[in-house]
Each structure stands twice: as structure tokens, then as C-alpha cells.
């Protein structure tokens, strides 16, 4: 298969001939000319299409402020010298901040990610903080008008430097979690999702059955709401929530406070590779209260064999919980 390459000097002539033809004031002897030019080589018809492509894409655009934001000095540049060779240049500029447009709209998107049992402080450039826990992913996107993260997995808290004119927007599926200066936490876990405000007002939105955007809550500090990422309109309503509790992640501690014990154990085993196996549903609904250091896996079966008269057997890839005998 042959593989046309298009050298600078054809892309510069391309837009040269495309900038003749928008001006509207071509002769038939120039039209002659470009006709002759595209006959002549392939790469020439490749350059003119690939110019008058991206030029669509320019018209598409024209109301964007980023691109507008590039564009004065080339204009002005134009208005100084007046003659239609300058406008291939500026085609060529026009070109290039619209597909850096396009990419950075789609593909710019710093992605940051912890492993199991690993936590991580990013501090963003506009001076906002992300903690994430343990087997998380979060990306993050910023634009002139707003910051947009993107929780994929897991959990994260976020501290929020203020700017009221870029709001701060964490997607979560189909919903969003907006604040301008606060400080919150997001996880979302085996399809649900859990906002926590620790400062400031958060505000949730979520998609409708048509994808609408509809407003779900509104919270201040101490205040929480669950809902099913699918179904958002199932959720708690805002109720009030344990700071310490949601937050003990960021000090290397899980905080249980009357869990059943089959639920703490699954959030124990977030933490972990060596997971903890409740064999049975003996001890499932029994309650267990007490903050344990992540990592110390010790500290857990001593309370489960002392609370429960639980009995272990534990090896390298697992600890196996049974009922008393």
C-alpha cells in the first residue's frame, strides 16, 4: 500500500490556493491554475482536502473563546500587511490551534491512580489538593471555564481552591458533584456512590432517564447522600454523616461504628490483597464498633476471635473467619 506524505512546503501551498478561493476573488486563470496544481500531484488534492477539512472545523468553532482568545495578534498582523499571501499563513495558524483544540478537548486528561492498599496526594494546578485512596482513579481536565475530574474507581477527597469564575466538577457516571471552594469526599463502590462534605456547599446533579442533568442535592457540612450510580433517583436524601469515619482512610485507619460485620470485612479487604473470608453466614449480621490501622491485619482477627470467639485459619493469600465451634 502506498502512503501519500505531505511536506511542509505542499501543506504551505494548500493553504495558500484554499485562502485564494474563500477570499472570493479569483480569476478563471487562477481557477485554471488550481485545477492544474490538484492534477498534478496526489499529496497536492490530499493537502487542499486536509486544509479545507480543517477549515470547516474552523467555522465550527469560531465561537470558542480559547480559540478566539489566539487569534487577535494573527488578525491584527493581517490588517497591517493587507495582501492575500498573508492569508495562508494565517490559515496555517487557524489550522493549528483548532486541532490543538481537538485534542486537548478529547485527549488532554491527566490521569492519576492508586494499587491496592496505596494512597496518593496530587496537588493540582490551580492549587486544589486530590487524596486518593486505595485502588482509585481519578482524571483530571482543566479548561478556562471550569475544572472537570472524572472518578473512574474508588475513593478520593478533594480540598478545593476557590475561583468562583472555573466551578470544580467531579463526574461520577452519570452525575456531578459542582463546589466552588470546599473540601469533600467521593467513592464510589460496587455501583453506589457516596458524597461526604467535610467545608463549604457541594451541590449534586444527575442524569435524568432522557440524560438530563437534574439537580439532586444540596449539602453543607456533615452532610451526606448515597445513591446508585445507575438510579440516582433512589437515593438516601441528605442526611447527616460521621466525619471521622469517612475521613479515617487519610490517617491510614478504618473506622467501624456498629457495621455489620460481613460489610466491614469487604471494606477491610478494599486495603488488602490478603483478603479476609468470612466462611458462612454465621457471623454476617453480628456488629462490630472500633477504629483498626490499615495494614495490621492482626489487630482485626484478635477482635474478631476476642469479639465473636471467631475462629482463623490464615495462610499467605488469605485469612479464612468461621463461627465459634
Not at 489566539?70 to 494565517?90: E, H, I, N, S
Not at 487524596?131 to 472537570?148: C, I, P
Not at 459542582?178 to 456512590?193: K, M, P, Q, S, Y
Request: proline share 3%; charged share 25%.
Amino acid at each position: 500500500m502506498n502512503v501519500e506524505v505531505v511536506d511542509e512546503a505542499i501543506r504551505e501551498q494548500a493553504a495558500d490556493w484554499l485562502a485564494r478561493c474563500d477570499s472570493g476573488a479569483m480569476s478563471a486563470a487562477e481557477q485554471r491554475a488550481l485545477d492544474r496544481w490538484l492534477a498534478a500531484d496526489a499529496r497536492h488534492r490530499l493537502a487542499f482536502a486536509q486544509c479545507r477539512q480543517l477549515g470547516l472545523m474552523t467555522e465550527l468553532l469560531r465561537d470558542d473563546p480559547e480559540l478566539n482568545a489566539d487569534l487577535p495578534p494573527v488578525r491584527k498582523a493581517v490588517r497591517r500587511r493587507g495582501r492575500w499571501q498573508w492569508l495562508g499563513a494565517v490559515a496555517a495558524v487557524v489550522l493549528v490551534a483548532v486541532t490543538v483544540l481537538l485534542v486537548r478537548a478529547h485527549f488532554a486528561i491527566d490521569y492519576y491512580q492508586t494499587a491496592i492498599g496505596a494512597q496518593r496526594v496530587v496537588h493540582l494546578d490551580d492549587g486544589s489538593t486530590l487524596m486518593l485512596n486505595t485502588d482509585s482513579r481519578v482524571g483530571v481536565r482543566y479548561s478556562r471555564g471550569q475544572r472537570d475530574l472524572y472518578l473512574d474507581r474508588g475513593e478520593a477527597f478533594f480540598m478545593v481552591a476557590k475561583n468562583h469564575r472555573r466551578p470544580f466538577v467531579v463526574h461520577v457516571r452519570d452525575s456531578e458533584v459542582r463546589a466552588v471552594g470546599t473540601a469533600f469526599n467521593v467513592a464510589l463502590r460496587a455501583g453506589d456512590v457516596r458524597v461526604a462534605v467535610t467545608q463549604g456547599i457541594v451541590e449534586v446533579k444527575a442524569a435524568d432517564a432522557a440524560g438530563k442533568a437534574r439537580h439532586l442535592a444540596r449539602m453543607l457540612p456533615g452532610q451526606g447522600i448515597d445513591y446508585p450510580a445507575a438510579h440516582p433517583q433512589h437515593n438516601s436524601g441528605v442526611t447527616p454523616v460521621n466525619l471521622e469515619k469517612v475521613t479515617a482512610w487519610q490517617t491510614n485507619r478504618i473506622y467501624f461504628d456498629n457495621d455489620r460485620l460481613e460489610d466491614a470485612i469487604a471494606e477491610y479487604n478494599r486495603y488488602t490483597t490478603r483478603k479476609v473470608v468470612l466462611v458462612g453466614d454465621e457471623l454476617a449480621d453480628e456488629r462490630i464498633s472500633g477504629v483498626f490501622n490499615i495494614g495490621d491485619p492482626e489487630a482485626l482477627v484478635f477482635a474478631l476471635q476476642q469479639g465473636f470467639d471467631a475462629r482463623v485459619t490464615e495462610n499467605d493469600q488469605r485469612i479464612l473467619v468461621l463461627g465459634p465451634r
